[in-house]
């Protein structure tokens, strides 16, 4: 994966091109999945036989009924704002004159119209490609501990954080180097195939080819054009899109390991120009949200609210949602700074929800985000956050930013929702095998395998992922939060877990093990899967508690 946020791409890809290069080109890789239908998440398993989220009962359940809309913000890596799907509910700054070079509101950031970019800087620029946090902190302090070997007098507890530090950033750090020795040559073995395919379907250089445009090639004129065939119909079996999105995909992948191995950790100070270990109070980013990095946090918003039948990409789960944009997320690990700024402007502007699909191993400044988590609290907003995508037990590796403070105020804030992913079927892959979980710090499933959104600059982009769940259990808690204005954020915690369908005695793999199983109700709180037709169900019962009504 590319992390934790990202969908899980480094691992299906690099099992893609590994059997692919090592087998018969006519052999489907071993975890490649039949076609789902591409809203199988909204889908009811009784009448539909996918473990969906029961949507179109909901929504039966709902019908006759007036909505209020709601602001939900997504921090993530920016949106494309001209998505067709998107471009009408973007939440618009009612006090900003669009382009104008004022701050017009006042509130420290120019022509923020649909949101903010906390990794942007003067000129339209954006800090694209960050390395992880365990490296950027190893750096950090390497030239205060790299030659003692016990802790100095009064220093330690950062000589211990110091000794965690370099453990996982030795770690990352092989991994990263292993990745990037193995798949440079895959990534020459995709440029050089690509043309090889192009050169049999007799299309011009700088056209695309599609997992159809293969079942042309019934009788591949020599065994290259076979095994490039092969080739590319394990890719499709992994990533939806053309030709071209695969290798840009797999080059974004390499610039991320790249820059574990190789980091340039000037970038941020060149670019954005802040002190990422200061929070002094003192704005800093641009409004620049539709970037070359848009696809993920575009894929995330249309989850929550892509507009509803237009005919056209997908349906969002909630239909009368604003979607505010805020981007803290680069490709590699975000800052606290950033998170924790990013969740201050979401509430302060009027988001009720926001969805996190993020994560990392360390948090430097943990503080500043816990913080952040009670204003959030403080002003009844609902944070949803995925889980991750490293299949680890989050009851002994935490994942950040989490609930569980460090002042020891919480242990399991009221206001967050923390989401592992789920497969289509009942059977032993029904806990994705990527997903963290715990029964204690993962409070529910929700759909993440195979999952379909829209994208930038294109209609669709199916991928796995816990930020899939994320924003597929938000946009519950939006479509909850439309009908029932008066629940508190509170209250919609209760809801979405409460009408979580309990999976009990089905043994399914343990994330992350390909022999271990357990039964499914261990791996979160409330051992279940998301519903949207049972969360209204129960809402609709509850006296609502909202303050700001």
């Not at 190893?138 to 453990?167: D, Q």
């Not at 790249?258 to 340039?264: E, L, T």
């Not at 430097?364 to 009844?380: N, Q, R």
Request: charged content about 25%; hydrophobic content about 35%.
């Amino acid at each position: 994966m590319i992390n934790i946020r990202k969908y899980v791409f480094g691992s299906a890809i690099y099992g893609a091109l590994f059997f692919s290069l090592n087998a018969s080109a006519q052999t489907a890789p071993p975890d490649a999945m039949p076609d789902l239908p591409k809203n199988w998440h909204q889908l009811d398993l009784k009448a539909d036989g996918f473990y969906g989220i029961s949507l179109n009962n909901a929504y039966n359940f709902l019908k006759g009924k007036k909505s209020k809309t709601v602001v939900v913000a997504t921090i993530d890596s920016g949106i494309d704002t001209t998505q067709t799907d998107l471009k009408t509910i973007l939440w618009v700054n009612p006090k900003e004159i669009p382009n104008n070079g004022i701050d017009d509101d006042h509130n420290g950031y120019v022509d923020d119209v649909h949101g903010w970019d906390f990794l942007g800087g003067p000129g339209g620029k954006v800090n694209y490609t960050e390395t992880t946090e365990e490296i950027r902190e190893y750096n950090r302090l390497k030239p205060k501990y790299e030659s003692i070997t016990t802790a100095p007098a009064g220093g330690e507890k950062e000589y211990a954080y110091w000794v965690n530090v370099r453990s996982i950033h030795d770690s990352t750090y092989a991994k990263s180097s292993a990745e990037l020795q193995q798949l440079s040559p895959m990534m020459n073995a995709l440029m050089v195939t690509s043309g090889y395919i192009k050169r049999e379907l007799k299309l011009a250089p700088d056209a695309g080819f599609v997992k159809a445009d293969l079942d042309k090639i019934t009788n591949p004129s020599n065994d290259t054009i076979a095994q490039s065939k092969g080739l590319w119909e394990s890719m499709f079996a992994q990533i939806n899109g053309d030709n071209s999105k695969v290798i840009k995909e797999l080059s974004d992948y390499l610039a991320k390991l790249n820059n574990d191995v190789n980091p340039d950790l000037s970038a941020r100070k060149n670019i954005v120009g802040d002190d990422p270990n200061v929070q002094d109070g003192k704005p800093y980013g641009n409004n620049v949200l539709k970037n070359p990095d848009a696809s993920h946090g575009t894929g995330v918003a249309g989850l929550i609210g892509a507009v509803r039948g237009n005919s056209y990409g997908i349906d969002g789960v909630a239909d009368n949602v604003r979607i505010m944009s805020i981007k803290g997320v680069p490709n590699g690990d975000e800052y606290d700074k950033d998170i924790a700024n990013a969740i201050h402007y979401a509430v302060d502007n009027g988001a009720k929800i926001i969805n996190m699909s993020f994560g990392k191993k360390i948090s430097p400044h943990k503080d500043w985000v816990d913080e952040a988590f009670k204003y959030a609290a403080k002003h009844d907003v609902l944070l949803v956050q995925a889980a991750g995508n490293d299949g680890e037990d989050m009851d002994v590796k935490p994942q950040y930013p989490n609930d569980t403070f460090i002042d020891g105020s919480s242990s399991d804030a009221d206001n967050v929702i923390d989401v592992g992913a789920s497969a289509a079927k009942v059977d032993e892959n029904l806990a994705a095998t990527f997903s963290n979980y715990g029964k204690k710090n993962v409070d529910v499933f929700a759909p993440g395998v195979k999952v379909t959104s829209i994208d930038t600059n294109a209609e669709f982009n199916t991928a796995d992922g816990t930020s899939f769940a994320s924003p597929i259990t938000a946009g519950i808690a939006a479509l909850v939060l439309e009908y029932y204005p008066n629940l508190s954020a509170k209250q919609l915690k209760q809801v979405i877990l409460e009408s979580a369908t309990p999976v009990a005695n089905t043994m399914v793999l343990k994330p992350g093990s390909k022999t271990e199983k357990v039964d499914f109700a261990s791996l979160s709180k409330t051992g279940g899967i998301v519903n949207a037709y049972k969360a209204v169900q129960i809402a609709s019962k509850l006296k609502g508690e909202r303050k700001d009504k």
